[in-house]
């Protein structure tokens, strides 16, 4: 079917105006700031001295972990790799089979939680959880923190993760590991290595320390 020269005339025409539609507004004569130089918000760094967040996780209820750490605002570009990413570490216990029913242990098991920070935004960071026994890992998942509301999430029922801010003009209390009946009783620290393909962590007691690693979906 033939098109009339006014329909061959208005295909160009519509295609200019809906790019200048389309075509970003600059505010003042200023270019969009780009993606490496937006500011975001990130954990430790320099960020000491600064607002904080509390982290606790909570088993039934029942609070079995709570750390604080500093946040602030930086710009992406500035953020700079570490030798070993910084990670948050705890333990308790669970039956396995709590996490799916693809795991067939029905007896309770040391359980190892680890948290790292994953991703930077302009309103919020993306924290990294895992959970995993000695063998395997049981869930890999994400937990947005923001730094002027609490957050909550709770992949697994009676399992909850909560983020909450403390600002500088209050009191931050120091880091803490409480223990739950049949917790291990040893405190630990651990790392992910940077550019590794393993979640690795080290636990660190009286005369000795223990080093142990677990595969993990970066």
């Known amino acids: 079917m033939s098109t009339s020269p006014a329909r061959r005339c208005a295909t160009p025409l519509s295609a200019a105006v809906l790019a ?4 970003p507004v600059l505010v003042s004569g200023q270019a ?11 954990w430790f760094g320099a960020c000491t001295g600064s607002d904080s967040l509390i982290l606790e996780f909570r088993v039934d209820g029942k609070l079995a972990y709570s750390s604080a ?5 930086v710009r992406h570009s500035d953020i700079k790799p570490e030798p070993q990413q910084r990670l948050l570490t705890f333990r308790f216990d669970a039956v396995p089979r709590r996490f799916g029913s693809q795991y067939k242990a029905s007896e309770p098991e040391p359980i190892i939680g680890n948290v790292w920070e994953a991703g930077q935004r302009r309103t919020a960071m993306v924290l990294r959880v895992s959970f995993a026994t000695a ?13 002027d509301t609490p957050a909550r999430s709770e992949w697994i029922r009676g399992l909850e993760l909560i983020t909450r801010p403390v600002h500088r003009v209050e009191r931050t209390p120091p880091n803490k590991r409480l223990k739950l009946p ?14 590794a393909h393993e979640l690795s962590f080290t636990y660190t007691a009286r005369c000795k320390r223990v080093a142990r690693s677990l595969s993990a979906i970066r």
Do not use: M
């Open 32 to 42: 969009l700031p780009s993606a490496r130089d937006q500011l975001v918000w990130h």
């Open 20 to 23: 200048l539609t389309l075509r």
């Open 69 to 73: 750490f500093p946040i602030c605002q």
């Open 135 to 147: 063998e395997r890992v049981l869930l890999n998942t994400r937990h947005v923190a923001r730094p």
């Open 182 to 195: 049949g917790a291990d009783r040893s405190k630990g620290s651990g790392v992910l290595c940077a550019g």
